[in-house]
């Protein structure tokens, strides 16, 4: 098969009626996946002569066309199948041509499935590319950063332009690997662009495949996570878990799930869940340290819970989380505070000197009274202890409750603060 062969299979697509039919035909001549187009290899193989002129039937209509066609030759005749440095300029040429021709109004929808393959294949080269080069090019991810622009723009020409269906039914695709890119910049941020852009549209999310509901919900459920928004986090996270089957999908999500349950007051089953990954020494070793943790905040000791985060910081950090764990003091106190009270016999009144909270050596000792008080405020404030202080080391407790349940607390607060980006959902 030769590049005439070629633009003689894409000129028959022209005159096809059928819109599915025609989609399909033309996804499978300009797919780059090699075991997916005998193309490929065939013109890589071919000792026959490039002709210097392609024209197809569609270039009246559609003349961004040509330069797809033009660009996938040149990738077929002059990539290098052991150099993927070689190879990277001329896939993402095509890309960027496939994107410019995905603006026309009467074919560009031909080109979504195009885009998508080519996306999938091209981000895993830039990412190692971006690695291998890291020290040359000091760090600047130059490739990531490329394809993040032509990714967006063409997810803002779905957005803004056009209602065609297959077009439309790439753009939650499109809008994720944004997010997964965004994330690999250390720029999470930008991910709001995405969330505030897809609740703009029409569309709504159970219209697209569960799998990209999955991956939406879990980058919604980790911004949430670094913004401090825990109630919203878990409730993505909690998506997330119950609508994949997917062991390694499972111990990807638990490592943001579990922390942020404890730290709402969720405590996982955490027998059930180690009989459930049982031989999985990685997320044996995250789910342990975790009962550790959650035992440690029930029972309200702070100095048990610092030295087990000191012991595993190294470990935290690289799970990314060791930010976040700060949280988790406020419970330790509230608890730690109920816990005093009850011994007490659940007197009116709760002195907070006789509460034993640590003061960190750093506090100089005429203010380590203000340490302490500062420490009762957050948490009347909060609502994890219901109250007034009417003293400095003295609380006057709620008649009713004042320990309130500390899920059912924060989900009061917060759960209807839904934000401006989750309507679509």
């Given at each position: 098969m030769s590049v005439s062969d070629l633009i003689r299979e894409i000129n028959k697509t022209h005159s096809i009626s059928n819109n599915n039919e025609k989609f399909t035909a033309l996804t499978k001549l300009l797919t780059i996946l090699p075991i997916e187009n005998k193309f490929i290899t065939s013109i890589y193989n071919s000792t026959n002569q490039v002709p210097k002129n392609i024209s197809t039937l569609y270039d009246e209509e559609w003349s961004a066309f040509n330069s797809?066609?033009?660009?996938?030759?040149?990738?077929?005749?002059?990539?290098?199948?052991?150099?993927?440095?070689?190879?990277?300029?001329?896939?993402?040429?095509?890309?960027?041509?496939?994107?410019?021709?995905?603006?026309?109004?009467?074919?560009?929808?031909?080109?979504?499935?195009?885009?998508?393959?080519?996306?999938?294949?091209?981000?895993?080269?830039?990412i190692k590319l971006d690695y291998q080069m890291f020290y040359?090019?000091?760090?600047?991810?130059?490739r990531l950063n490329y394809m993040a622009s032509i990714i967006l723009k063409i997810f803002n020409n779905i957005r803004i332009n056009d209602s065609n269906v297959y077009k439309k039914s790439i753009i939650l695709y499109l809008g994720n690997k944004?997010?997964?890119?965004?994330?690999?910049?250390?720029?999470?941020?930008?991910?709001?662009?995405?969330?505030?852009?897809?609740?703009?549209?029409?569309?709504?999310?159970?219209?697209?495949?569960?799998?990209?509901?999955?991956?939406?919900?879990?980058?919604?459920?980790?911004?949430w996570f670094i913004k401090n928004e825990l109630i919203k986090s878990f409730e993505n996270f909690k998506f997330c878990l119950l609508n994949t089957s997917s062991l390694k999908n499972q111990k990807l999500i638990l490592e943001y799930f579990i922390p942020v349950s404890i730290i709402v007051g969720k405590v996982p089953n955490f027998n059930y869940l180690k009989s459930k990954f049982n031989g999985d020494n990685s997320i044996l070793e995250f789910l342990n340290l975790f009962e550790r943790i959650a035992f440690l905040v029930k029972i309200g000791?702070?100095?048990?819970?610092?030295?087990?985060?000191a012991e595993n910081y190294k470990y935290l950090k690289?799970?990314?989380i060791l930010l976040v764990m700060n949280k988790i003091e406020l419970l330790i106190y509230r608890n730690l505070s109920c816990k005093v009270w009850s011994i007490l016999g659940k007197q009116p009144n709760l002195n907070t000197n006789l509460v034993?909270?640590?003061?960190?050596?750093?506090?100089?000792?005429?203010?380590?009274?203000f340490y302490k008080e500062n420490i009762f405020v957050t948490l009347i404030d909060t609502g994890?202890?219901?109250?007034?202080?009417?003293?400095?080391?003295?609380?006057?407790?709620?008649k009713i409750d004042?320990?309130?349940?500390?899920?059912?607390?924060?989900?009061?607060?917060?759960?209807?603060?839904?934000g401006s980006n989750t309507g679509w959902i």
């Open positions: 797809i066609v033009t660009s996938f030759i040149k990738f077929c005749v002059e990539m290098d199948p052991w150099s993927a440095l070689c190879s990277f300029d001329l896939l993402t040429t095509y890309l960027n041509d496939l994107s410019i021709a995905f603006n026309n109004n009467t074919y560009g929808w031909l080109l979504s499935d195009i885009i998508k393959t080519t996306i999938t294949m091209v981000i895993p080269i830039a040359k090019e000091q760090g600047g991810k130059y944004l997010c997964f890119i965004y994330w690999k910049l250390d720029n999470p941020l930008l991910c709001l662009n995405i969330f505030s852009n897809m609740n703009n549209t029409s569309l709504r999310i159970k219209e697209f495949p569960m799998s990209e509901q999955i991956k939406y919900k879990f980058y919604l459920g980790k911004f000791d702070f100095n048990g819970y610092n030295n087990l985060i690289s799970k990314g034993p909270i640590p003061i960190p050596s750093s506090i100089p000792p005429q203010d380590q009274i994890l202890l219901k109250g007034k202080l009417v003293k400095t080391n003295l609380i006057a407790l709620s004042p320990f309130p349940n500390v899920f059912d607390r924060y989900l009061r607060a917060y759960s209807n603060k839904t």
